[in-house]
C-alpha cells in the first residue's frame, strides 16, 4: 500500500509526530550502546509507550491507511521497545494482528513483534527475530526458537530472509 491509495485517511500530523519520536528512539539506542547507560532511552520508550497507548485510543492501530509506510514502520519500533509494558505490547500484537489480516500493516512487524512478546514471556520465539548476548555484550546468539527445523518457512511466509543471511547481518557480516 502507497500513502497515495489513502490520500484523504492520511493523518500527516500523527505520522510527523512518529517519525519525531522514532528518530529519538534510535538516538537514545546509538547513544546506550555507546555509553553503556540505558537511562534516557527507557525514559523515552516509557515517554513513546505512554503516548502510543493514548493515539491507539484515540485512532487504533496506527497503520499504513493512517500514517503511512514510513509511520506504521515507526508505530511498530515504538510497540517493539515497549518492553516495559509488557501488557501494553500484547494489546498491540493483537491489533497488529488484525491490521496485517487487513493489509494495513506489513507482516515483518507481525514476526518481530510476536517473537518479542514470547521472549519477553520467557517462551520460545516462533520467527528467529530476537537476540540476546552475554552481559558483557559477547556471544551474540538468538534466542530460542520453537520447531527450528521449519523456521525458514515461518520467515518466509512473513517475508522475511533466511535465517542464517538474518543471522550474518544481525554479526555485522
Sequence with gaps: MTNE??????????????????????????????????????????????????VIVEHGWPGVALVGEQGADEAWLLAQH?????????????????????????????AYLTDRVLVAAGEPQVYGTQYTHEPDGSNLRPQPVADPDRLDERRAAMGLEPSAEYDRRMHGC
Design 82 to 110: 515497549a518492553d516495559l509494558a509488557p501488557a501494553f505490547q500484547r494489546q498491540a500484537l493483537e491489533l497488529l494482528k488484525a491490521a496485517v489480516a487487513a493489509g494495513d500493516a506489513p507482516p515483518r512487524h507481525l
Design 5 to 54: 491509495e489513502y490520500p484523504l485517511a492520511m493523518n500527516h500530523d500523527l505520522a510527523a509526530e512518529l517519525h519525531r519520536r522514532a528518530e529519538e528512539d534510535q538516538a537514545a539506542r546509538r547513544l546506550a550502546a555507546k555509553t553503556h547507560d540505558g537511562r534516557e532511552m527507557r525514559r523515552i520508550d516509557v515517554d513513546n509507550t505512554s503516548w502510543l497507548k493514548q
